[in-house]
């Protein structure tokens, strides 16, 4: 370990090369000798104070400057060119944390103007996450991110309504915000699983609807079955990882069956497709030499889109299948909004034989109809099969059920008053799942 010379610096050049101050991101390690973040809603907060009294007032008065002393740190580089944190770590660890949650929350917000075509906010926010993402995770991102950003904008503005808006964003933008960010861990750390996946899409037209949703739901189901994985504190990195795995290769074998997505008339052929893609095509070999988790990644593909799991598994895997099972149907939601897969002009009533059914919360199963309001009570429905109170949570976090009554059009008032009062009921349904009390 070299220990070189001191340095006042921004926090974003803390890592870069002593006596440059180029920005860089930071690569930096907490040594094993290190104690664990133990920082608490006290220390947070009177940091975030500090921030918000040095902006209103600034130095001597002058308000508005932002520059802020937080502390010295002390970084030695490691012989693995890291930047090991001596001194400072809970300050540093803390305004990672703040990045990373504006990160997310700008990411959310640029899908949300791109979802409802807000064109006029749609160049500043885009600027503002390819800053972020400057920071967070370097320089080379956020030059690709600005080269789609500037074709984003240049089609909006030869399209009166930017109609392809969203289209261009799950094509391009989208996709390096979730690809290049999400290398994670064990199966994810690298590239070289996100092109594998990527080489055997780009093999269909991606300019068909279908394909493109089969696409974008992969990668939010990944990241769903990180989110809930994670949450649970029971897996290792590793396993994580294999839940991350399962979710970006669930429906691999359904990238071959185009037309209308999300109404396979037989479940078990679309399981038999994936598994030889993975297995009997040896995909998975491509992906990971290792073997252990072979059974447990067919039961996860098996399960995802039926009732119940295999007897014969421990509970780290029943964990796994339900894991998926709640990803894959969280985001059927998001698909029914953005990815109409019907006809959503509601003509008639559901069936009485499928209304029975929603109405003992039963979870529909997916069957040819031609009746739209059966369609929408299908995917209404697999709210009923999620296994984890954080599921309802994230259902109603992104108000999908209201979205979902949003994007529907009505032949009479009567229909529209029966779906209004479906709607209600089920936002109440969701709220008693989440524990929360309505006054």
Known sequence: MDLKGAEIRNVKNLCSEMGSKENVPMRV?????????????????????????????????????????????????????????????????????????????QRAYVEELLS????????????????????????????????????????????????????????????????????????MKSSRIMKIFEQYVRKYDMNNIDIKARYFHSLKVMELARELATGLGIFSEEEVAVCELIGLFHEIGNFSKTPNYQMDDDINDSYNRTIDVLFNKKLIREISKETKYDTVIKMAIFAYDKNGFPADIDEKGRHMCAIIKDAHNLDSFRLFVNYPYVDTVIKSYPSSLMYDDFKSFKTISSRVSDNASDEVLVTLSKMYSFNYKYSYYLLKQNDYVNKIFNSLNFDNSELEGFFKQLMVVLNNYIDKRIGVVNA
């Open 29 to 105: 390690n907490i040594p094993y000798y290190q104690r664990p973040y133990k920082w608490g809603e006290d220390n947070i907060k009177n940091l975030i104070n500090d921030f918000k009294k040095n902006e209103e007032n600034g130095k001597d008065g002058k308000k508005g400057k932002k520059e802020y002393f937080v502390g010295s740190a002390v970084m030695v580089v490691s012989a693995e060119k890291n930047h090991d944190v001596i001194d400072g770590q809970q300050r540093i660890t803390t305004m990672f944390l703040f990045t990373y949650l504006e990160f997310l929350l």
């Open 116 to 187: 409802k075509k807000r064109i006029a906010k749609l160049d500043t926010a885009l600027q503002k996450l390819e800053e972020i993402c400057n920071i967070l995770f370097g320089s080379k991102i956020e030059e690709s991110l600005k080269k789609v950003h500037t074709e984003i904008i240049e089609k909006v503005s030869e399209e009166e309504q930017g109609d392809n808006l969203f289209d261009i964003l799950l094509e391009n933008y989208m996709i390096l915000l979730y690809t290049y960010i999400n290398q994670r861990r064990y199966f």
